[in-house]
Structure formats: structure tokens, C-alpha cells
């Protein structure tokens, strides 16, 4: 475990400020939920707790069906990283922290198809250097309870292809059902 040098008090309700710098460092934001471990050495460890990180199996799956049906390379992330990819290198962008831009379709609740697939797409993940080598794709947000818990993410392989209704459909069917599976 890394050490931060940073000492916090208990307050008299039993609570501990998480200082702004490791928040910032983990992407933790005002009302995210964090999962609560101790091991046998009385170590508290907090972690960033992930809804459909829960899924991840089940993820993997429906992104192998999405990539087998349509062609294309099928992404599903948490609100944070990629957690399944099918169709496309798993060493490049499994685990991968989403991009600013994927975190942003995911806040503001829309749905993106690159225009007229002629734009260079969005980058994935934070590594991504906006290279051209996808020329179309699809991010719809997977919504459970009203809020935003990831995304389904279509990205072509092929620079003609073009993004239409049906990807449109397959992402917004994939992540309606992800979604749902939460609310059981």
C-alpha cells in the first residue's frame, strides 16, 4: 500500500475527510459510493465502489455478442474504465480509465454518434491520442435507478462503415438491458 504522509482525525459522528488531492488522484466525486474492506492486519480499505463492475462477466458476454453481431468493437465501461471489450485489443483497453469526453456523454445522459461518420472519433481512454484509425462510432449511457453507471460503446473497424439507426438500437438495447440488471 502506498503511503500519502496524510493524518486525518475521526470527527465525533465516525467520519474521515478524504483529502481533496487523493480524491482528485482517484476520481472520486461529492456522493460517490465507496466499498469498505478490512483485512487481517486492521487496515480500513476504502475503495471507489463500481454498480456494474458487478456485471463484469456477464459484460464481457453481451460485449462479445454486440462485437460478433454488428462487426464492430463493443465496449462496456463503468464510470471510470472499460470493464469489457470483444472485437478489439483487451491489452490496449481493458482496465483503461474512459476519456473525458466518454465521462462527459456519461454525465450530461446523451447519446453520441459521430457525425455523419466523418469526424475523427472521440478518444476512449485517457491514452488515446486522438489518432485516426476509428472513423465512426456509437456511446450510449447505461442509466440504472436515474443515474449514469457506464456505457456501451460501438466503435467501427473499418474506415467506410458507417453508424446508423441499428447500432443506435443495438447500444441503446445493450445498455437498457445492463441497466436493468442493476435494478434487480
Do not use: C, W
Not at 482525525?9 to 467520519?15: A, E, F, P, Q, T
Not at 487481517?40 to 475503495?47: A, F, R
Not at 489518432?131 to 457506464?150: A, C, E, L, M, R
Not at 458507417?162 to 443495438?170: A, F, Q, R, S
Amino acid at each position: 500500500m502506498k503511503a500519502t504522509g496524510v493524518v486525518r482525525r475521526i470527527d465525533d459522528l465516525g467520519r474521515v475527510v478524504i483529502p481533496k488531492e487523493i480524491r482528485k488522484t482517484l476520481r472520486i466525486k461529492e456522493g460517490d459510493p465507496l466499498e469498505i474492506f478490512t483485512d487481517k492486519d486492521g487496515e480500513i480499505i476504502l475503495k471507489k465502489y463500481s454498480p456494474i463492475g458487478e456485471l463484469t462477466e456477464f459484460a464481457t458476454e453481451y460485449a462479445e455478442t454486440l462485437s460478433k453481431t454488428t462487426g464492430h468493437i463493443a465496449f462496456i465501461t463503468d464510470k471510470d474504465t472499460i470493464i469489457a471489450v470483444s472485437g478489439g485489443s483487451k491489452k490496449e483497453y481493458l482496465e483503461q480509465s474512459v476519456s473525458d469526453e466518454i465521462e462527459q456523454i456519461m454525465e450530461d445522459k446523451e447519446v453520441y454518434t459521430s457525425k455523419e461518420n466523418k469526424d475523427i472519433s472521440m478518444p476512449i481512454t485517457k491514452n488515446d491520442k486522438n489518432d485516426k484509425k476509428n472513423n465512426s462510432q456509437v456511446v450510449y449511457p447505461i442509466i440504472s435507478n436515474g443515474d449514469t453507471i457506464g456505457s456501451v460503446i460501438l466503435l467501427s473497424k473499418e474506415a467506410n462503415v458507417k453508424m446508423d439507426e441499428v447500432e443506435t438500437k443495438l447500444a441503446q438495447s445493450a445498455a437498457t438491458f445492463l441497466g436493468s440488471q442493476m435494478e434487480i
